[in-house]
């Protein structure tokens, strides 16, 4: 029998074909330059092909531009559009080699999308349309979370019926976000259109929500108002106490207990110790590991997201797209641990896990029933970039240290009796690191001494001191934090999450490292707020995914739910085109707001606005704002805020900015790195080089000196006879050089 595996992309292809392989190096032919790979096993033949990501989208069947609108379709991805024209020849290539087959597996990614990937391209390769049903008893299901050929060969061994169920939740979850963001984004565009502007604006279904948590946290941020506030300290025995009390928001009440101390008797009230267990860190799923990432390496949880797929892709590490912090013995742990012992780099952890027998993990409460947690496969890695190596490094450790022993620390804490007023103090002690020295240096456990008090004993005080600062309004959401708030939210899925942050930044709607809304942002989350709070509030979306979910279950049609989905909208264009002027005039306001602000200075090509802009992996960059027409752009450094001077360099003309960096002081420059004011740039600075000559220059009066005071020759060197015969001084100084 002839057999099509479907495999998500071209380099799972090529595993796949190469663990069906005895020599590991299977039959690779090509169609229109796209290869695919022929292999025998037990008498079938096996044709292995590759997609490209979705070869399929979905548009609406009508060319109408009005909304709302509910006719859609699947249609290939390159004649909807262009960038996808690519797909074409992948999908020309396998319907080539369909025509030769009588079995077909999905053998994509083992998720909702993975299914939606292999099995539209089954329903059009079986009966040449892909929005008909799966018709054919010979549809199969690969599930592996490894690409290892042990697993690959297990999953092709046990391959399942169709997974309809999966499809059917993917279906679902792919109509109603387009109708959803197309009929919402339509309604927006319409509405600004009123004020005579024309801007593409989008608001999906997760994206509304997720828009509104940045939004209100902005207006706390503005709306907050700072109060001064007080801390008294006491130092004793070189260790700094604090007054129970805490922040104190009255200065009079403040320097009281500050004067009634320093006249006060000081006695050692309590001395508690107690020990404490640290449980080792469970293994990742995808949204700890983009936290992580985040912390330690400042990756965008994106670009963690891709660098794990790749790793997985390269059979080194399992399936990052888990929601799981489980490790099934099934997946023969002592054996991946051994495999890891054989890499010098985790040697010593994986003996020592060996040879005490520690091979049962500490797991986290996080399921999912597609993927255990992401673990590494003791494949050997090669060639990897300097990033790989960053999270393969951490997804290694993570994995090992969650089989080591509880951590132990001593915590003592001391509290100081000042005539009635309270200090308190805390030390702590790592008695036994365990698991976090199997962790490291992604945990740090540091000690925090403690002198040794004895209860009812009188100590010095060596300070007493007060600390006057203010009230801090909450802090900003980062990629990550905001990625695992939506997760605990329960908004949107494991692999859309950091894609819905993305458009909020492509659409302009936020900006920075600390997410910062900005006014064109906060103009299209009020107007939705006051005139259709529904599209930007969480109740319908959780509804919606948790129907998708039933999907999934079997216990509700997805018809239904996309009945539902259409009901919901038709009511929220009602709401929406009742208030259009309104929310037109709210969005105009705001989006000349936000333009001003952005607004760094004039291009000096073109004359256009000068923009801070962000790449598709969220590296900020400026451009003019009449791009395409303009290619002017300039670099700047990352993860800092920039600002406008209004001030233009009298040597290139373009803008000075003021650069923010957290930790460092702030400065100035103009935007061209060629500019000749950047000429000394990385060189010492002009206080550096007096210091240098003044050290010369003391040198040269001490030899000048010593020269002085010495006795004089009584006989010159004679001069050399030939000047020729000497080796020229810019020689020498250029071999210096």
């Given amino acids: 029998m002839n057999k099509l595996i479907i495999a998500e992309k071209p380099s799972v292809a090529l595993t796949i074909a190469m663990a069906f392989s005895e020599s590991g190096y299977p039959a690779r ?197 700072s109060k001064p506030l007080w801390q008294i300290f006491l130092k004793a025995k070189g260790t700094e106490f604090s007054n129970t009390k805490g922040s104190i928001f009255d200065k009079e009440v403040a320097e009281k207990i500050l004067g009634a101390t320093k006249q006060a008797e000081i006695v050692v009230e309590k001395v508690d110790k107690k020990e404490n267990l640290i449980r080792p860190y469970p293994p990742f799923d995808l949204t700890s590991l983009q936290i992580e990432a985040s912390k330690v390496f400042k990756l965008d949880p994106s670009r963690t997201l891709q660098i794990a797929q790749s790793l997985y892709e390269k059979a080194y590490t399992s399936y990052p797209r888990t929601s799981s912090q489980k490790l099934p013995y099934t997946l023969n742990l002592p054996k991946i641990i051994s495999e890891l012992a054989k890499n010098e780099k985790y040697r010593k952890t994986a003996e020592y896990l060996t040879n005490a027998r520690m091979f049962r993990p500490n797991e986290g ?69 365990a698991w976090i020295d199997l962790y490291a240096p992604y945990f740090r456990a540091e000690d925090v001494e403690m002198p040794v008090f004895e209860v009812a004993e009188k100590v010095k005080a060596e300070k007493i001191s007060s600390k006057e600062s203010q009230t801090k309004p909450p802090s900003r959401y980062s990629k990550a934090s905001l990625i695992a708030l939506l997760e605990r939210k329960e908004l949107g899925t494991k692999a859309t999450r950091a894609e819905v942050i993305e458009t909020l930044f492509k659409r302009g709607y936020v900006k920075g490292a600390f997410i910062e809304v900005t006014d064109y942002g906060l103009s299209v989350y009020n107007a939705l707020h006051s005139y ?33 989905g259409k009901e919901i909208i038709q009511k929220l264009i009602a709401k929406f085109k ?72 009298e040597k290139c003309h373009t803008p000075f900015v003021k650069v923010f960096r957290k930790g460092k002081r702030p400065f100035e420059m103009d935007l061209d790195p060629n500019c000749v004011t950047k000429a000394d740039w990385g060189k010492p600075k002009p206080a550096e080089e007096k210091e240098v000559v003044a050290i ?37 100084a250029k071999k210096t050089k």
């Fill in 29 to 225: 032919k090509t169609v229109n330059g796209v290869p695919y790979y022929e292999v025998a096993s037990d008498g079938d033949t096996l044709y292995i092909v590759a997609a490209a990501g979705h070869l399929f989208t979905i548009r609406q069947k009508e060319g109408a531009s009005g909304f709302p609108v509910f006719s859609i379709e699947w249609v290939p991805s390159y004649k909807q559009n262009p960038s996808s024209y690519f797909t074409k020849k992948y999908l020309d290539t396998i319907e080539v080699i369909a025509k030769k087959c009588t079995a077909f597996i999905n053998a994509c990614d083992y998720d909702i999308e993975g299914t939606v990937i292999g099995t539209n391209i089954i329903k059009f390769v079986t009966s040449g349309n892909v929005n008909s049903s799966v018709s054919n008893s010979n549809v199969k299901r690969m599930r592996f979370s490894t690409t290892t050929r042990p697993d690959i060969l297990e999953a092709y061994k046990n391959v399942t019926e169709f997974d309809l169920n999966n499809f059917s939740a993917g279906e679902a979850r792919h109509s109603l976000d387009w109708m959803w963001g197309i009929n919402m984004s339509r309604a927006l565009m319409h509405a600004l259109l009123t004020t005579g502007i024309k801007k593409i604006i989008s608001i999906g279904r997760v994206q509304g929500p997720t828009l509104a948590i940045v939004a209100e946290r902005e207006n706390e941020i503005k709306n907050f108002v």
């Fill in 365 to 433: 409460a996080k399921t999912d029933e597609a993927h255990p947690a992401i673990f590494p496969t003791g494949v050997m890695p090669k060639g990897l970039s300097a990033e790989e190596e960053n999270v393969y490094d951490l997804i290694v450790k993570r994995f090992l240290s969650c089989f080591g022993n509880y951590a132990k620390s001593e915590l003592t804490t001391v509290v100081l009796d000042a005539d009635g007023e309270k200090y308190a103090a805390q030390g702590k002690l790592y008695k036994e690191k």
């Fill in 532 to 564: 259709c709070p529904d599209i930007v509030e969480e109740d319908l979306t959780k509804q919606l995914d948790s129907d998708m979910e039933k999907i999934m279950k079997g216990t509700i049609a997805e018809s239904d739910v996309i009945n539902e």
């Fill in 578 to 649: 009742a208030n259009e002027k309104q929310i037109g005039t709210a969005l105009s306001k705001g989006l000349e707001e936000s333009e001003m602000a952005d607004v760094l200075g004039k291009c000096p090509t073109d004359g256009g606005n000068l923009v801070v802009k962000r790449s598709k992996i969220g590296k900020q960059f400026v451009s003019c704002a009449n791009w395409p027409n303009c290619s002017t752009t300039y670099p700047l450094p990352q993860y800092a805020k920039i600002v406008p001077t209004k001030k233009v360099c």
């Fill in 696 to 732: 010369k220059t003391a040198a040269q009066v001490k030899s000048e000196k010593t020269v002085a005071e010495a006795p004089k020759a009584k006989k010159p060197r004679a001069p050399r006879k030939s000047a020729a015969k000497e080796k020229p001084k810019t020689s020498k």
